[in-house]
């Protein structure tokens, strides 16, 4: 022993015999994660959010988080001697006279953007490989949560600067708020501690955007990662891999060598958009003056499908008690947004009662052979997608040629029809991707390789798969759907029997399939 | 001013480099070839006397400057009617448009073609003053960095970067097609040129943040971060997973 080793084995023993570390580190170092790609897409999001809160507390120490008016005096000639906030000033002062202050700001702003786009990916590959069902339906909600408090995080953030383009989104915002019918214009009133834009906002949002919501953040993404971690990971199916084991790479060194180094480049990639691309150049938008605006005014991507909304729908109001309910934003901009994030949520409860499916699940599920959860996927995302299509419809109009009321009304009436077709469309997809693996297993591989038969006819030779891919191609559950009875025995309709018929016709669309290849299935062919 | 508004013994020439004024014979040579230009390149819509047809307005009145602005610019003599007319490569070389502007402004008078010494935005313009006029004027339909903008039904604000200044100037005064007119009453010349002169600095301006991304505000971010952005990242996963198997 080298006297370095004895003085490391002294600390470590020393650390040892008053914390009780060795035991739980071997417990859990030996913890086993497995290995796959879309298993690094949840790491994305949680190293972007550690880029975040080190980039923005860089920025904290300049910013002035203030709507007092002051007169520029900063190094951006453009807009030398006009009045503007200190936040709008401070921010201009971080951008030209804080050293390596602009690249800070662009990392925080990629990051934030990376950050979302990451959680959103995260996300489809926990709902469609059914990573949420049980027991994982908490972590799914907390993940909504995240999601949600992104959204907003990710929007005060924006608006912190005070620049023409985010002051233009407060309004919209304040228009959303005064939307609520009765109390409204007394909640927009209170939030903006008097009439729009005031001095309060700014100070306010600064809290919430660097204390409340990162707390809350850490406070979540903590609960998130224990839960991850005390469930165990789920895995793909696969030769070995079963309900009650995790195959992988154990925790300590292989998978922490891999994160550590994923972190550096999640780091990297950020840092490089951040010194090559210009994002949210304020000094170009201005200061927000209550009468100006701009043409293109658009918010951040994950923003963008709302605005999307709020664009696509017709001047609708009316007029109760002397009260306007503005239904043209109050359905695109809380109701609809209300019910897809609460359906979300909701969602692994949901498919449980569809499914009447009660076990745990660890093993992932082939989005395939899932034919129902998918297409309803895709058919989601068709939609907002669409909505942000419809958010960007000025600058499309302009960089396709086209119109921008050609874009409103391909997005008006594709609202409606096109996530019902891609919901049909996937659906199809997804079974005949079944087909495939059943005549997979049951005929074998195609080899392009042709043979001449005596009697002269060409047959293509099929070799058999593998015993693995065979497994992988069977292993999935297939369950019949829920017989629920609509009457009893004599005949007397049972009460709640609306409901037990839509379960019944839920579970019966959710368990459509292509039969899966059985042994009996293999037997009969080899008898052939 | 006053005197450059009255068209009479002092005529600015459109765009020439010298303001002198020049002699009536001159003068009304320049408006004889003006005018047998305009009897073969523009009377088929505007009509043998600029009285207008069903398609194209009449031009009495619309000035020197109004010419210049849509000749000089390509938009007229029109190619294809279609939503907009569009600027374009111009079909006439600067001394026929001086000479168009002669001859439509002879027969009635309108605004005049700005000369050089009016169009001094760098001694007479304020960036910073330019900047604020033009967010609260010409943002709304330009966009911020005036990169252009979509109207409705097809209707599109153009960019104004590469645009001569005394385009910028002429725009502002006769207002083409759905640009309103914005007069010295509203605006004043100076401030005219400050906008002006905010306009060229934008252009001038080197990409401080690094690639612009077209200067259109966070659609092109949003479309960056999905595709470099996360393509990246999710490259690196795969290879990763796919790493030390
Ligand atoms: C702040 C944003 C988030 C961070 C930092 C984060 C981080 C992570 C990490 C590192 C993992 C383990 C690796 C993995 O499976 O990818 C994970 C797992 C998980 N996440 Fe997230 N996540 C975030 C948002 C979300 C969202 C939006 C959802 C869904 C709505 C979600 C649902 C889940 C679930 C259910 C698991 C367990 C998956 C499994 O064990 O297969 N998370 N998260």
Same mark, same amino acid.
């Given at each position: 022993?080298?006297? +370095? ?9 020393? &650390? ?27 790491e994305?999001?949680?190293y ?11 920025l ?25 906030s ?7 002062h ?10 800070m700001? /662009? ?5 934030a953007?990376?950050?979302?786009a ?49 002051g ?9 708020i /005064? ?23 700014i ?36 030769p ?25 480049? &999640? ?10 691309? +210009? ?33 696509m729908?017709?001047?609708?109001? +009316? ?58 996927g ?33 997005s008006?009436?594709?609202?409606? &029809? ?5 919901f049909?469309?996937?659906?199809r997809?997804?079974? +005949? ?6 005549d ?18 060409? &047959? ?13 191609l ?55 | ?38 009897? *073969? ?10 009285? #207008?047809? %069903?398609? %194209? ?30 600027? *374009? ?5 600067? *001394? ?6 002669a ?21 007479? #313009? ?21 990169? #252009? ?8 604000a ?9 385009h910028?100037?002429? %725009?502002?005064?006769? #207002? ?46 949003g ?13 690196? %996963?795969?290879?990763?997973?796919? *790493?030390?198997?």
């Amino acid at each position: 022993m080298t006297a +370095s080793e004895r003085i490391a084995g002294t600390v470590a023993n020393y &650390v040892d015999e008053r914390t009780g570390a060795a035991k739980w580190m071997k417990k859990n170092l030996n913890k086993v994660f497995p290995d796959h790609w879309s298993f690094l897409l949840g790491e994305i999001a949680l190293y972007s959010f550690i880029i975040l809160l080190l980039s923005g507390t860089f920025l904290t120490f300049w910013f002035d988080p203030s709507q007092r008016e002051v007169i520029y005096e900063g190094a951006y000639e453009p807009l030398e001697g006009l009045k503007m906030s200190a936040a709008y000033a401070s921010t201009l002062h971080i951008s030209f006279e804080i050293r390596g202050g602009l690249l800070m700001r /662009q990392i925080h702003h990629w990051a934030a953007l990376i950050f979302m786009a990451a959680i959103v990916v995260h996300l489809m590959r926990v709902y469609f490989t059914g990573a949420f069902r049980k027991p994982r339906e908490f972590n799914w909600i907390i993940g909504i949560g995240l999601l949600t408090l992104g959204i907003v995080e990710g929007f005060l953030g924006y608006s912190l600067p005070d620049d023409l383009l985010s002051g233009t989104g407060i309004r919209i915002a304040e228009a959303i708020i /005064q939307a609520l019918p009765v109390v409204g214009s007394y909640l927009a009133f209170f939030a903006f501690g008097g009439a729009f834009p005031g001095e309060a906002f700014i100070p306010r949002i600064y809290t919430v955007h660097v204390l409340l919501l990162p707390g809350a953040f850490l406070a979540l993404i903590t609960i998130h990662l224990m839960l991850v971690w005390y469930q165990k990971h789920t895995q793909y199916p696969g030769p070995g891999r079963t309900e009650k084991n995790v195959v992988g790479y154990p925790l300590f060194p292989v998978y922490m060598a891999k994160a550590g180094g994923f972190f550096f480049i &999640v780091f990297g990639v950020t840092a490089f958009l951040g010194a090559v691309a +210009s994002i949210n150049p304020i000094w170009l938008y201005g200061p927000y003056t209550p009468g100006q605006i701009s043409a293109g005014s658009q918010p951040d991507w994950y923003m963008g499908w709302l605005d999307g909304l709020v664009r696509m729908s017709p001047p609708l109001e +009316s007029h109760v008690f002397g009260h306007t309910i503005s239904w043209n934003i109050l359905i695109p901009g809380l109701i609809v947004p209300g019910i897809l994030f609460t359906g979300m949520a909701l969602y692994p409860f949901i498919e449980s009662w569809m499914t009447g499916d009660k076990r745990e699940h660890h093993l992932l599920d082939r989005p395939r052979n899932a034919p129902n959860r998918t297409a309803l996927g895709v058919m989601s995302l068709t939609f907002m997608l669409i909505a942000l299509i419809n958010g960007g419809n000025d600058i499309i109009a302009i960089t396709f040629d086209l119109t921008i009321n050609q874009i409103m009304w391909f997005s008006r009436i594709g609202i409606f &029809v096109l996530p019902p077709l891609a919901f049909v469309i996937t659906k199809r997809l997804c079974l +005949s991707l079944q087909r495939a693996d059943r005549d997979l297993v049951l005929h074998g591989r195609e080899t392009g390789r042709l043979v001449m038969m005596p009697h002269g006819e060409f &047959v293509e030779v099929h070799e058999p798969i593998s015993p693995q891919k065979a497994w992988l191609l069977t292993q999935h559950e297939q369950n019949p759907p829920l017989a629920l009875e609509e009457s009893d025995l004599r005949g007397v309709r049972r009460p709640g029997v609306l409901k037990n018929k839509l379960r019944a016709r839920l579970s019966k669309a959710h368990a459509v399939a292509i039969p899966k290849v059985t042994a009996d299935d293999l037997k009969e062919i080899e008898h052939h | 001013m006053l005197a450059l508004l009255s068209i009479g013994t002092t005529f600015s020439i459109a765009g020439a480099a010298t303001e002198a004024p020049i002699t009536a014979a001159e003068r009304s040579a320049l408006i004889d070839e003006g005018q047998r230009i305009f009897l *073969k390149g523009c009377s088929s819509c505007h009509g043998i006397n600029l009285e #207008g047809s %069903a398609i %194209a307005p009449a031009l009495l009145g619309v000035g020197a400057a109004s010419v210049d602005f849509q000749v000089a610019t390509g938009r007229m003599p029109v190619a294809d009617m279609s939503v907009q007319i569009a600027r *374009k490569q111009p079909v006439y070389d600067e *001394k026929q448009v001086e000479a168009l502007a002669a001859y439509v402004s002879s027969l009635a008078p309108g605004p005049q073609v700005p000369g050089e010494s009016q169009l001094n935005y760098e001694r007479d #313009g304020s960036t910073a003053e330019g900047g604020e006029l033009f967010r609260t004027n010409c943002a709304m339909c330009h966009n911020f960095a005036a990169q #252009g903008g979509a109207l409705s039904q097809g209707k599109y604000a153009p960019t104004l970067m590469g645009v001569e200044a005394r385009h910028i100037y002429e %725009a502002m005064i006769t #207002g083409p097609q759905s640009m309103p007119v914005f007069s010295d009453k509203t605006i004043t010349p100076n401030e005219k040129l400050s906008m002006i002169k905010w306009i060229k600095a934008v252009e001038a301006e080197p990409q401080l943040g690094g690639a612009a991304l077209g200067r259109v505000g966070p659609v092109t971010e949003g479309l960056l971060v999905w595709t470099l952005g996360l393509g990246l990242l999710v490259g690196v %996963a795969v290879w990763l997973a796919m *790493k030390a198997r």
